[in-house]
């Protein structure tokens, strides 16, 4: 009986000790450890593979269709170039506008329209 009081008693006393011990001994250790860094994306929000250059990623912009996409295909078509989502709207809609086509050799062909009228850059 005495045997198992003493135990018990010690057994109190230890966890009762530990409890003191400072907490900030445990944020040290987390501090000292260097930042994880997330793991690189390998696609896009659209499904596309995404490119680096140098570890950093490349910027993709969205495709969107304007009012010369059609136009700017058809001049794209005529140079050899082909296949891919289309021709795309890269600046703002307004007067002038800048449309992108990616070929499916892995050209880009690019076409400035003033007005509708477009010519190849």
Avoid: H
């Amino acid at each position: 009986m005495k045997r198992s009081l003493i135990l018990l008693l010690c057994g109190t006393s230890l966890l009762n000790a530990c409890s003191w011990l400072p907490a900030s001994l445990g944020k040290a250790r987390e501090e000292a450890a260097p930042p994880r860094k997330p793991a690189p994306r390998t696609t896009a929000d659209d499904g596309t593979p995404i490119s680096y250059n140098d570890g950093v990623e490349i910027q993709k912009v969205p495709f969107r269709a304007g009012v010369s996409s059609a136009t700017v295909e058809k001049l794209a078509a005529q140079q050899g170039c082909k296949g891919g989502w289309g021709a795309g709207l890269v600046s703002e809609p307004g007067p002038v506008e800048v449309y992108r086509m990616t070929c499916e050799n892995g050209k880009v062909f690019m076409a400035r329209c003033e007005l509708k009228q477009c010519k190849a850059m």
